[in-house]
């Protein structure tokens, strides 16, 4: 689904692939940044981002994919904050507000499953995407996953008119598999975290603790659903534009 109302990848505007290729040039002429390289440091990402932004009208949209625990979030506030520095009304949309609700996935029998890419509103998350990345859009409300209560809260926050920087952040964002496949034609650059499975598992496991879960139980959500839910981010995720190493 691209922003012209269904356009694949191959059908991209010339226009807007070219100033793709404008950009994720900048941003690999960077010191490290190069494709299947990582890049040093998040100002380096920013730099690249806020030279392209500046010299363009209308929104940027950056998303952001890398496996359970791989710090997408610390990565997205951090690099919000870069932007931001730099004069560029800057907002996050995370993939995680568009999990199914408990019932829903009771009903389908996948509640165990939750987190996995069966487990998200795929089809609802395309349509905000793609009504955020319109030329001219208007303030927008997007639902935020509430992580203590386990559920979605809707309409949670407000990505307003001025953005303009959108990051939109989560683990199957770059799935070679349909219908998240489609996802990525919304993208003017794409980014994926690299960390390995070991230091994942030590930070999932540390997640769950954290929330209370005994340690049994925290080791079974990790070894029966996390790991493999990463273990797919990073054998069927496509390229990205750009690599970032967080572990």
Not at 2 to 19: L, N, Q, V, Y
Request: hydrophobic share 45%; with cysteine; net charge positive.
């Amino acid at each position: 689904m691209g922003r012209d109302g269904g356009a694949r990848r191959r059908g991209r505007p010339d226009g807007r692939g070219r100033r793709r290729r404008h950009l994720v040039r900048a941003a690999r002429a960077l010191p490290g940044a190069r494709r299947g390289r990582s890049l040093s440091a998040l100002d380096g990402l920013a730099e690249a981002l806020a030279a392209r932004a500046g010299a363009r009208p209308g929104r940027l949209v950056v998303m952001l994919a890398g496996p359970p625990g791989a710090g997408k979030s610390t990565v997205v506030e951090g690099l919000q904050q870069e932007l931001r520095g730099r004069g560029l009304s800057t907002q996050i949309l995370p993939m995680d507000g568009f999990h199914y609700d408990n019932a829903i996935l009771e009903a389908r029998g996948v509640r165990a499953r939750k987190g996995a890419p069966e487990t998200f509103d795929v089809t609802s998350l395309a349509l905000i995407l793609a009504a955020l990345a319109l030329p001219g859009a208007p303030d927008l409300a997007v639902p935020i996953f509430d992580r203590a209560a386990d559920l979605s809260r809707g309409s949670a926050r407000i990505i307003p008119a001025a953005t303009r920087v959108l990051l939109v952040e989560g683990n199957y964002l770059l799935l070679n598999h349909a219908p998240w496949s489609d996802l990525r034609d919304l993208a003017d650059v794409t980014v994926m975290l690299d960390c390995p499975l070991e230091v994942l598992e030590a930070r999932l496991m540390r997640r769950w603790l954290d929330l209370g879960l005994p340690e049994a139980e925290a080791r079974a959500k990790v070894a029966g659903n996390d790991l493999p839910n990463a273990r797919l981010v990073l054998s069927d995720s496509v390229a990205p534009d750009l690599r970032i190493a967080t572990g």
